[in-house]
């Protein structure tokens, strides 16, 4: 019973910060809480199962409980979810689909050099298509493990479809921004496509979006794993093979580091649902390490640049800079809130993440400071409009982020604002992925 004491602890602490009732009232409401998962032990119910109906139960009667019930439902039915699918051996059906999609994008990468599309394009090419190359087999994959209705289907192919004729039938002129720029913001487009058959189509439930976006945090950690066990493989067969030549050497990279590289989306994918709980385990401690680190580097950046007079200073590569800075930082940010436990009361971390959005909403004000200035002198060119598009994005979201969080630090709402929040400004980022990719490009003539 040591868990389920866990989690009345933590119940119990919910209720008594909310204010509305004195420590009697709360002992009565324990009472009955235990007396609920009693009755339910006695038909069958495992304890942590029996605890989360009796919340849900006293929620009916408790507007307090009721949000606690709504703030852990998911999580922890989810834990149990994965338990029983471990239990049962589901993994290694699991893998075994997972192999087989990660072949098949493996395979899709190489297409076109196998179809004789001549070297020179074949960098264009990847740069528009890398992403419709790999990540249809991603989302192939959520389909097929959460069996989507063919509305689902529908909805999940047809951004794929789109984006592919457009990006592949648009005139692009040689050396154009445009084609880069699009490059870069579609895989962003399509990954969050992917969240519909992540979510098994329950795209409005927010506590679905942020297990996706806890989802991308954990994907990015073992992609980066694998990306690197690689490499290592890699420098390691060159090594070996060098006295066959370099040909033999080249060939083998050509080869395998496109296919290696679509496979492991694939791969790290399976990995995060396959091993949840050691993921979960290391994310707060990635966020307890970068978070103070970044917070530090990003206040001291800030100081710097405001005392120094340098908020007007960011040439073009400056602000490239900056602006992949900002995107990190929100990222770390978002991905710490989707690992934080909700019912926690602020704690040192809060606040040092607090410290670390105002710094980068500092810092974001002075590089859109420097662009509405280069704007008003030299005018818009796609990249000018992408970076000011990309930089207002951020800043109604850090502004919004950087008050929900000062609210939370002081006690005046719950953290489940600062959540919701989040996940509400999801789209945000699909509607300007998709303003880059289908509209910027012939606005600026394809240049």
Do not use: C
């Not at 007396?35 to 605890?51: K, P, R």
């Not at 530090?296 to 900056?322: H, K, Q």
């Not at 019912?343 to 971390?349: D, G």
């Not at 109604?396 to 919701?420: K, Q």
């Amino acid at each position: 019973m040591e868990g389920v004491d866990a989690l009345i602890a933590e119940w119990r602490g919910y209720v008594s910060r909310a204010g509305v009732m004195n420590g009697h009232d709360v002992e009565e409401l324990e009472a009955h809480l235990r007396d609920q998962m009693t009755e339910l032990g006695a038909v069958g119910l495992a304890e942590d199962e029996a605890f989360l109906v009796a919340v849900k139960r006293l929620g009916e009667v408790d507007e307090i409980s009721r949000e606690f019930a709504l703030e852990h439902s998911g999580r922890l039915w989810r834990q149990l979810v994965v338990a029983e699918d471990r239990e049962t051996g589901g993994g290694d059906e699991g893998f075994l689909w997972a192999l087989l999609f990660s072949v098949l994008a493996a395979i899709a990468v190489q297409i076109p050099r196998l179809s004789g599309v001549e070297f020179s394009e074949l960098g264009p090419f990847y740069l528009r298509n890398a992403g419709l190359l790999v990540l249809p087999f991603l989302a192939w994959y959520f389909g097929r493990k959460h069996r989507l209705t063919t509305g689902q289907i529908l909805a999940t192919a047809a951004p794929f479809l789109v984006a592919g004729v457009a990006v592949n039938l648009y005139p692009w002129e040689p050396n154009s921004s445009s084609e880069l720029l699009v490059g870069l913001h579609l895989p962003v487009l399509l990954w969050l496509v992917i969240a519909l058959p992540y979510m098994g189509g329950a795209w409005r439930s927010h506590e679905q979006r942020m297990d996706y976006v806890r989802f991308t945090g954990e994907w990015f950690i073992y992609y980066v794993l694998i990306a690197f066990g690689g490499w290592v493989l890699l420098m390691l067969t060159a090594f070996i093979l060098e006295p066959a030549g370099p040909d033999v050497v080249m060939a083998i990279l050509e080869w395998a580091v496109p296919s290696g590289a679509a496979g492991a989306v694939i791969i790290a994918a399976w990995l995060v649902e396959e091993k949840k709980s050691v993921v979960e385990n290391m994310a707060p401690v990635l966020t307890m390490i970068f978070t103070p680190l970044f917070a530090v580097m990003l206040g001291a950046s800030a100081i710097t640049y405001a005392v120094a007079g340098l908020g007007t200073e960011f040439d073009r590569e400056a602000i490239f800079v900056f602006d992949i800075l900002l995107i990190v930082v929100l990222g770390l940010l978002l991905y710490r809130i989707s690992a934080r436990e909700p019912t926690q009361p602020p704690n040192l971390m809060d606040r040092i993440q607090l410290v670390a959005a105002v710094s980068a909403l500092a810092l974001d004000v002075m590089v859109l400071s420097t662009m509405i200035t280069r704007i008003g002198d030299l005018g818009f060119t796609p990249n000018r409009a992408a970076a000011l598009g990309l930089n207002l994005v951020l800043l109604v979201n850090l502004v919004w982020a950087t008050w929900l969080a000062t609210r939370f630090i002081s006690g005046a709402v719950p953290f489940r604002r600062l959540e919701l929040w989040q996940t509400s400004y999801l789209p945000a980022y699909a509607s300007w992925a998709v303003a880059v990719v289908l509209a910027l490009p012939p606005l600026f003539g394809f240049a």
